[in-house]
């Protein structure tokens, strides 16, 4: 080690990591947002600002134009061209790769081309890609839409750019991925040991306040957490069980309660006629206790939802779903009893061993003591059994929904949960009208929001599903961690981390 | 004996290829998509799942597909996950440390549960054995969940003694808090067990003449009370030990342990059929192994018992 | 030779049994064993014998309650807080009655033995431990004792059993040795050497000795003194010679009366001429490890309906196996056995099932042969009710019955195996064997344990029932006496192997081989003058 | 002999193991103290309404999320959950499950193992093998793996096919046990003299082998029913474990392992529950055993 003592932290990351290669990864979004940098970065109030990419341009929604910066290296040295985007897009979207990210660029004119629903694609290029220049790219879209720029933010993996080097073998890259970003792995990745990044001395955008970032995979997470207590690592996302033991734990600057962009829900059988009348609907989200809940259960840690999208996203109409969304015993029952009263038992469901049964059984317990009808919740044996049942629509209750958006727009939660792009618990309440109103709003050019919080009017109306929580995104720190800052997407940004002096 | 043992040999390779084709049928059985359920909340394209789907054979009948797992095999290709890693890499990575933290937890159950189920057994009635019915009992009845983590609270956190988690720090010092915890939850069964057996030995006839013939109590106890309780106990440890073989999937999670537990554990959530084979497959092996063990030494144990 | 090596004095022992209640078993007895001297007690079945012996090593269960006082060269054993410890194996050494219990099963035999020697000669290497081993159960007359100290318990018979244990009580070189029934399932020329070692160790190392038997041929031969025991107290006290020549109390002359007397004599068979038994050229083989030990070894013998067959020999020679073969309990490894004319090989499970319903047998190890979780009127009445389907106060009256004729007192009845004595055991196993009316009944030293009072009324009850049903019988015993007394035609067995067979009279006075001639020699008689000729005769030669 | 005739001779015809049985039990504390405790939770789990009622709370979902994990107190005896129902009126409630889950996977185990246990040892052989090495298979088989699939096929997850699935995982160590003391006494003299009288194999089988090889299992059965309340919470844990409204032991320490430092008592009085119930049936146990045994009798 050098005079100087070396910046470094190490965070608990959970799950192991499959593979590395952007394109696949599905929960190693701290370490690809050290090791890679993103076209364009949204911080905590949903500003855009631009990393890679000097600029994002267009006139007509549809065709956009990418600009990158100049003097950006690959940490194996080599510049960082267009060309590296195009190829890397390319691979991500060939379908006979299978990428499991591959549908983030599912907008791209040619997406479908090189994912045939039959036989090989006889193309692997998108055709909606074009190379101007070294640092200037063209893409076209099948649909124009504004929020395309938000979609080349930190948390959308596939459109990061790898190294020519990469293609010749993707595998190996999954273990050691190279990115354009500050920090640079030192080793590949092995299963159950500790992955480290150096800062990148080359790196061409701002400086990071790290020198080193060390990730120790935790089976659980709860372990992660008493080692923080006792100070062997700096910092881990805050399991959900010690939501209300944190406080007693950590002095309260050493926990950090970030807004995120995911929403819980629950849903409704649209195929048991027994919820068809709005007022059913309206009745049970008036008659959950919320705070109660938030209290007793997430030590106060989440935020009760008032619209159908986390009030992090640009133009979030808060407070839209009104009265609806909070705790009226009378008012429910009243309403209830206007829609004809509900017959037999309420079961509601949700995927058992998910460590979820505690929240649903308080609303189990909120629905049976104000709305006066015989409420159960019922876990069903793991996650795949409770897909299965909803999917066959076999489930005959309310039950669990939830959606974590990885760029903050309306547009991704709405789309998801109303129109049935892309989203496997989200409920599947489909509306058409909205799906015409996102149309609309992604083709306007206003960048606010308001477009979508406009959509959103016509699901209230319609109480398809009700909002429950917006979920924060908490961490504890150690004492070394002075202050820990956030964007958009709810994760701490490890390039700001700044660490106590001593 | 070695027509015994080749016999044993024949049934191991049949049983061998019954277990592994019902795990397979069992796992193909699993509720729900595991290619689906690859992108979590986010489902994957459907022209990516199909791609996953021809590409781990999942398309194939059930049979073929174990037709195909086995022509793997024989080649010591024990096949991938569906996110494309080796089975035989990560059982490597892990059957060792789930094998040290296992014998670990198991000496530890073997040594308390038989000394303590020696006392309560010579000391019949006394203050001594109830304290040791009450004390595995109590300890057994709490979670164990609450245990670990408490352990780990106190020995970990507040005491410094052990690393909170991971294997780090190598054994002795990173395994014996886990293996301590896991031991609780047997100690009382084996305890009960050789309890037993030593009362009903130290009422026969025979230590009454051993007895007469004024051999020390501490050879009677050690030598003929321990090994005429010996042949029941050590079907339960053998079986105990099978058990931890295979993995304590809670301590394993709470001390952060990459063991077998774990790994099976999240290879069923995830439907990852092959890697659930190779896990329980092993197991089964190791059960009958360890069995095949057992037989032969219970019949050195007590040559009443034959095994033909 | 005077030394007062062991003092009992007022000894009383009663069980306590689970409702409270107090049964005693010997009531205030006294008695003192001098250096070199042997005792012998003789007696009643059941009147305390054992109980006696093992209160002065302090080892009875623990719901005896024992008074009195029992001294050892003066020192008392019984009010000593340090429960004899040190006094026992190396002081006082003693050989149980039931030699099967008394080993541990899951040791072999010579590991026993070299545990003894190692306590209480610490010094020898584990070399000279070995050697020593060896040299004690040849001393007992063990063949290929390198390879019997290799056996496990249930690998023996049961006169190699009772060698064991008797090896293995002299390996510590006790200063007083209590053997309770030593020789019982010994055969005669076996036994002759045996008690020939004993006396050669007593003469050697002045070791005392409490010996209890019932064999007054053995008494006659051995003992110095002799207590005669009854319900629990000591009618008389006598040496060896007055108590032969004139014994005093009523119950000491109905034993003298008792005693079989090998004589010979004329006796009408009522043999039938259908065979109920036939065993051709039978072989028997144990398989031990990889070896294999050959038990009978083409053995051929004919039991006519209502004869009675006795197998004499030598122990260990296969008398006991040739009992089992025939109710399918030991590996036949080639000839047949054909029971009322049904081979039993050939049998379905069905039938065999039947036919064993028609052959009694009584176990050479009573106390083995008996659950030891069901009361004795439950043993005794299990073929009754199952096969004869009797219930209630049919089965009382019955099973009754049974005991009676055994002479078993009916509070025996409500008793478990562990709570009787030795010669009480076997009569109920000899009850039990009788309880169905059988065709053959295989009785394997049925009185071994019995004293010669009772054996002669289970004798008489024998030839009563046997005159009466009919039935074929196969008797193995040790004790020539019985034999003559009974059986039609004697087979002779050595080394697996039948030597000779014969009518009674035809063996008995006129034996054609030598060991038949050995083992009538060896037959002691009960007359301690002829014994002590017999005994100079052979120190002589 | 002139003994006293203590027991008449009528009183142990037909009786073939039980004289003095009850006089052994009688006199033994601890037995009346487990048949005390036994009954006192057969009666809970008969009426745990009408008990709750005795204190104060009698309906276990009742429950008050505002008064979240209270201490006990005032109103409730034991303190309240994390969704604020009465602990206490949710363990007397539970009695009832719990200890049918206990009691009932016990049995089928020991019932399961005691044939197949007893078949393996008695005939040997290939039926030896074969049951043995199912046993392997069971063992070796992921329990986790098998409780989905039976769980998601079964109609609906009561107790009962909880159980089920609990005791069809559980039976191979007993079955050892009982095969290898079966071995054992299959051997012994008195059994082939009960072949030697005739008697049937099956008969010979369950009136002297089985009561001669069971004790060691027996030891450590009752043990096993406190180990199944408690796996009855991993299965929970698990998701695959009772669902609401079932009410039970399991489900509750399940749901307080999260809060056990914030509310400890939430885990305590379940736990104590649990314990009272396996040392009940231990010391049951025990005395039956050391009763039934008539040399430990006296
Ligand atoms: N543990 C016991 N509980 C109750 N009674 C017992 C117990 N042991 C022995 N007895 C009884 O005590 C009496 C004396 O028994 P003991 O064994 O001394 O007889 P023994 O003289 O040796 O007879 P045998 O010659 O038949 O061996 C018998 O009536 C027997 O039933
Ligand atoms: N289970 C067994 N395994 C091996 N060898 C055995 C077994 N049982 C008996 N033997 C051997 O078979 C031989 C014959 O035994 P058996 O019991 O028939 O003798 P026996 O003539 O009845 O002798 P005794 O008069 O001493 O009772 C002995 O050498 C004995 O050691
Ligand atoms: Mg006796
Ligand atoms: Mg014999």
């Not at chain 1, 050098?2 to 990591?17: L, M, Q, Y």
């Not at chain 3, 009185?447 to 010669?452: E, I, K, Q, R, Y």
């Not at chain 4, 399961?112 to 069971?138: F, H, M, N, S």
Request: hydrophobic share 45%; aromatic share 8%; glycine share 8%.
């Amino acid at each position: 080690e050098g005079d100087e003592a070396v910046a470094e932290i190490t965070i608990g990351s959970s799950d192991p990591v499959p593979d590395l290669t952007p394109g696949r990864q599905s929960n190693a979004f701290g370490v690809l947002m050290s090791v890679f940098s993103p076209l364009t970065f949204l911080d905590v109030d949903g500003e855009l600002s631009y990393v890679a990419a000097e600029s994002v341009a267009s006139d007509d929604q549809l065709t956009w134009t990418i600009t990158l910066r100049d003097g950006w290296t690959f940490h194996d040295g080599t510049p960082v061209t267009a060309q590296d985007y195009v190829d890397s897009w390319n691979t991500v979207a060939y379908g006979p790769n299978a990428f499991e990210n591959s549908g983030q660029l599912a907008s791209i004119a040619g997406y479908s081309d090189l994912n045939p629903s039959k036989g090989d694609p006889e193309t692997d290029e998108l055709s909606g890609l074009s190379v101007v220049d070294d640092r200037t790219f063209t893409v076209t879209l099948d649909e124009p839409d504004s929020q395309f720029p938000s979609q080349l933010s930190q948390a959308q993996t596939a459109f990061y750019p790898m190294p020519q080097s990469a293609f010749g073998d993707l595998a190996a890259y999954g273990e050691l991925p190279i990115g354009n970003g500050p920090f640079a792995l030192s080793a590949a990745w092995a299963e159950g040991e500790p992955l480290v990044a150096e800062r990148y001395a080359e790196y061409a955008g701002d400086e990071p306040s790290l020198d080193r970032i060390t990730w120790v995979p935790y089976t659980d997470r709860l372990t992660a957490y008493n080692d923080v207590l006792a100070g062997n690592i700096d910092l881990v996302r805050l399991p959900a069980n010690r939501m209300t033991q944190v406080a007693d734990d950590f002095d309260a600057e050493h926990v950090y309660s970030f807004e995120g962009p995911a929403i819980s829900y629950l849903s409704f059988p649209f195929w048991d006629e027994r919820f068809d009348d709005v007022r059913v609907r309206q009745a049970i989200s008036m008659a959950i206790d919320r705070d109660a809940i938030n209290d007793a259960l997430f030590g106060a840690l989440n935020v009760p939802a008032t619209a159908w999208t986390p009030s992090i996203m640009p133009g979030n109409p808060d407070g839209i779903c009104g009265e609806y969304c909070e705790l009226d015993p009378e008012e429910a029952r009243a309403l209830l009893e206007e829609a004809g009263g509900f017959e037999g038992q309420l079961t509601i469901h949700f995927p058992g061993g998910s460590g979820q049964d505690d929240l649903f059984n308080a609303i189990a317990n909120s629905l049976r003591q104000n709305l006066g009808i015989d409420a159960i919740a019922q876990p069903s044996v793991g996650w795949a059994e409770f897909s299965e049942d909803r999917n066959n629509e076999v489930l005959d209750g309310p039950f669990f929904a939830r959606w974590g958006a990885l760029y903050p727009s309306q547009q991704s939660t709405l789309r998801a949960v109303f129109t049935g792009a892309g989203c496997t618990n989200c409920g599947g309440a489909l509306l058409p009208e909205v799906a015409e109103a996102l149309n609309t709003a992604d083709a306007s050019r206003g960048a606010d929001g308001q477009a979508y919080a406009d959509a959103q009017q016509l699901i209230a109306d319609e109480f398809p599903i009700v909002p429950l929580f917006e979920e924060s995104y908490n961490f504890v720190t150690s004492d070394r961690i002075a202050q820990l800052t956030t964007s958009a997407i709810g994760e701490p940004v490890l390039t700001d981390v700044v660490l106590a002096e001593n | 004996m070695l027509r015994y043992l080749s016999r044993r040999l024949l049934e191991l390779v049949i049983v061998f290829f019954g277990v592994t084709f019902v795990i397979y049928c069992a796992v193909f059985l699993l509720p729900g998509d595991p290619i689906a359920a690859l992108g979590g909340d986010r489902p994957l394209p459907e022209h990516v799942q199909e791609q996953l789907r021809t590409r781990y054979g999942l398309d194939l009948p059930i049979w073929q597909q174990y037709v195909n797992y086995l022509q793997g095999m024989l080649r010591g290709d024990l096949g991938t996950t569906f996110t494309g890693q080796s089975v035989s890499e990560q059982m490597a990575s892990r059957w060792p440390t789930t094998i040290t933290l296992a014998l670990t937890a198991w000496v530890i159950m073997v040594v308390t549960s038989v000394a303590l189920g020696l006392v309560a057994g010579l000391r019949r009635g006394s203050v001594l054995d109830r304290s040791v019915l009450l004390g595995t009992i109590v300890a057994e009845s709490v979670p164990v969940f609450v245990m670990g983590i408490t352990a780990q609270y106190v020995f970990g956190m507040m005491l410094g003694w052990a690393p909170i988690a991971g294997v780090g720090d190598g054994w002795p010092r990173a395994y014996l808090l886990p293996a301590l915890v896991i031991a609780v939850y047997g100690v009382s069964g084996v305890s009960r067990l050789m309890r037993g057996s030593v009362v009903d030995t130290m009422q026969s006839d025979f230590v009454r003449t051993l007895d007469a013939k004024g051999l020390p109590r501490r050879s009677i106890v050690g030598v003929h009370v321990m090994r005429n309780a010996a042949a029941p106990t050590i079907n339960v440890l053998a079986i105990q030990l099978g058990s931890l073989l295979g993995g304590t999937v809670v301590v394993e999670a709470i001390f952060n342990i990459n063991g077998v537990g774990q790994l099976l554990y999240r290879a069923i959530q995830d439907q990852e059929g092959t890697l659930v084979v190779g896990v329980a497959t092993t197991l089964v092996l190791i059960f009958l192994v360890t069995n095949v063990i057992v037989d032969v030494l219970s019949s050195v144990l007590d040559p009443r018992i034959r095994h033909d | 030779m005077s030394e007062r090596l062991l003092e009992i004095d007022g000894l009383s022992v009663g069980f306590r049994s689970p409702d409270g209640g107090l049964v005693p078993a010997v009531d205030g007895v006294s008695l003192d064993v001098r250096d070199g001297e042997i005792v012998a007690i003789v007696g009643e079945s059941g009147s305390g014998k054992s109980v006696t012996a093992m209160s002065v090593l302090g080892l009875l269960p623990k719901n005896a309650e024992v008074t009195g006082s029992i001294r050892l060269r003066g020192e008392e054993l019984l009010a000593s807080g340090r429960t004899q410890h040190d006094v026992r194996g190396r002081r006082i050494a003693i050989i149980f009655q039931d030699p099967f219990g008394a080993l541990d099963p899951v040791f072999t035999v010579g590991f026993q033995i070299r545990e003894v020697v190692r306590t209480h000669f610490p010094e020898l290497s584990a070399r000279d431990r070995r050697r020593r081993v060896i040299e004690l159960l040849a001393a007992v007359e063990l063949r290929d004792p390198a390879q019997r100290a290799r056996s496990y318990p249930h690998q023996l018979s049961g006169g190699q059993a009772q060698r064991v244990m008797i090896a293995m009580a002299l390996a510590c070189g006790p200063e007083i040795l209590i053997a309770d029934e030593p020789t019982t399932a010994l055969d005669v020329t076996v036994q002759r050497e045996i008690l020939d070692l004993l006396i050669r160790v007593r003469e050697r190392d002045g070791m005392g000795m409490l010996l209890i038997t019932h064999d007054m041929g053995v008494v006659a031969d051995v003992a110095d003194r002799v207590v005669v025991m009854r319900d629990g107290r000591f009618e008389e006290t006598q040496t060896v010679d007055r108590l032969f020549a004139n014994p005093e109390a009523a119950y000491t002359q109905q034993l003298l009366e008792s005693v079989p007397r090998l004589d010979a004599a004329e006796r009408r068979s009522s043999a039938g001429d259908e065979p109920a038994l036939e065993i051709d050229d039978l072989t028997v083989e144990y398989r031990r490890g990889l070896r294999s030990v050959t038990a009978v070894a083409g053995a051929s013998l004919t039991v006519a309906r209502g004869e009675v067959v006795a197998i004499v020999g030598e122990s260990g020679s296969g008398k006991s196996t040739i009992g089992k073969a025939i109710t399918g309990l030991a590996p036949v490894r080639s000839g047949a056995i054909v029971v009322d004319g049904l081979d039993v090989a050939r049998l379905r499970t069905r039938q065999a099932m039947a036919l064993k319903q028609r052959i009694g047998i009584v176990f050479q190890n009573p106390m083995g042969a008996l659950d030891p979780r069901w009361t004795m009127a439950a043993s005794i009445g299990e073929p009754l009710r199952i096969h004869r389907s009797l219930r209630g106060r049919h089965l009382e009256a019955r099973t009754a019955e049974l005991l009676d004729a055994v002479g078993l007192a009916r509070q025996c009845a409500s008793r478990y195996p562990h709570e009787l004595s030795g010669g009480q055991r076997q009569r109920v196993a000899i009850a039990r064997a009788l309880a169905l009316d059988p065709v053959l009944l295989i009785a394997d030293e049925p009185t071994s344990a019995l004293d010669v009072s009772v054996q002669s009324t289970v004798l008489e009850l024998f030839r009563t029932l046997q005159a009466e049903l009919r039935f074929a019988c196969l008797f193995i015993s040790h004790d020539l006496a019985v034999v003559d007394s009974l059986a039609d035609r004697i087979v002779v067995m050595s080394d697996a192997r039948i030597v000779e067979q014969g009518a009674r009279r035809q063996i008995l006075l006129d034996p054609r081989e030598d060991y038949t001639r050995r083992l009538l020699n060896a037959a002691p008689v009960p007359d301690p003058d002829q014994q002590r000729q017999r005994r100079q005769q052979r120190a002589a030669a | 002999m002139t003994e006293p005739a203590t027991v008449a001779v009528a009183d142990s015809f037909g009786r073939a193991t039980t004289r003095g049985l009850w006089a052994a039990l009688r006199s033994r504390p601890q037995f009346w103290v487990s048949v005390v405790l036994l009954v006192l939770l057969a009666v809970v789990a008969a009426l745990p309404g009408p008990v709750a009622m005795l204190f104060g709370e009698s309906d276990p979902r009742a429950c008050d999320l505002l008064a979240s994990n209270q201490p006990p107190g005032a109103g409730h005896p034991f303190g309240t959950d994390v969704q604020g129902c009465d602990v206490l009126a949710n363990v007397l409630f539970g009695t009832r499950t719990s200890l049918f889950i206990g009691l009932a996977t016990t049995a089928m185990s020991l019932a399961i193992a005691i044939t197949l246990g007893t078949l393996a040892g008695y005939l040997g052989g290939w039926v030896d093998a074969l049951i043995a090495r199912g046993a392997d298979v069971v063992l070796g088989f992921p329990f986790l793996l098998g409780a989905i699939i039976v769980l998601n096929t079964a109609p609906d997850r009561s107790p009962l096919v909880l159980s089920a699935v609990l005791a069809f995982f559980s039976w191979p160590t007993f079955a050892r046990l009982i095969r290898s003391s079966v071995k054992e006494v299959r051997e012994r003299e008195f059994v082939q003299a009960s072949h030697a009288l005739g008697l049937s194999p099956s008969r010979v089988v369950l009136t002297h082998i089985l009561p001669n090889s069971l004790a060691s299992t027996l030891a450590i059965a009752a043990t096993m029913v406190g180990g199944v309340i408690g796996a009855e919470a991993t299965l929970t844990f698990l998701g695959v474990g009772l669902v609401p409204p079932s009410i039970s032991w399991g489900v509750q320490l399940s749901t307080a392992q999260s809060y056990f430092q914030l509310a400890p008592h939430t885990v305590l009085f379940p736990s104590i529950f649990l314990t009272v119930t396996v040392i009940s049936l231990i010391m049951l146990g025990d005395n039956l055993r050391d009763a039934l045994d008539p040399r430990g009798r006296t």
